[in-house]
């Protein structure tokens, strides 16, 4: 019996699956959000886009679905050395980036972000009304 178990553990691991469980699909968005460096490097040198909405589950950032670029989820969850390695890793900031960055980072404020933000961009600070996270769903 014991044998069987472990056998259908190796053979397991040696699966597509990967064993036991599943692996777990998380997006660019996700990892930024929870601050997973190690998984949104991985990503991204595996093909994925730092400058695309993805998803971001129900529980990370809110108790609703969210659609998110990686650098939105790093500013709302107030990670400004993330927000740094997704523009080492190839997210652009342009004009209305940076102005949607910085609204959003009204919404959830930090002071390493907002110091971030202003070396980002040289234009004047947006004057923001709420965000309105009904879009971004």
């Not at 093909?47 to 969210?66: E, Q, Y």
């Not at 009204?106 to 234009?123: C, F, I, K, N, Y």
């Amino acid at each position: 019996m014991a044998l069987g178990g472990a056998w259908s553990l190796v053979a397991g691991a040696a699966s597509p699956q990967g064993g036991l469980w599943p692996p777990d699909v998380v997006t660019l968005s996700e990892a930024a959000a929870i601050a997973s460096s190690g998984e949104v490097e991985r990503l991204v040198r595996h093909g994925g886009d730092p400058n695309r909405r993805a998803r971001v589950s129900p529980g990370i950032l809110t108790d609703g679905v969210l659609q998110l670029t990686p650098i939105e989820s790093a500013v709302w969850s107030r990670n400004e050395a993330m927000a740094r390695q997704l523009v080492g890793l190839g997210a652009v900031i342009d004009d209305s980036t940076a102005r949607r960055l910085r609204c959003l980072h009204e919404a959830h404020p930090d002071a390493s972000v907002r110091a971030w933000l202003e070396q980002v961009s040289t234009a004047p600070w947006p004057t923001c009304v709420a965000v309105d996270t009904a879009g971004l769903r």
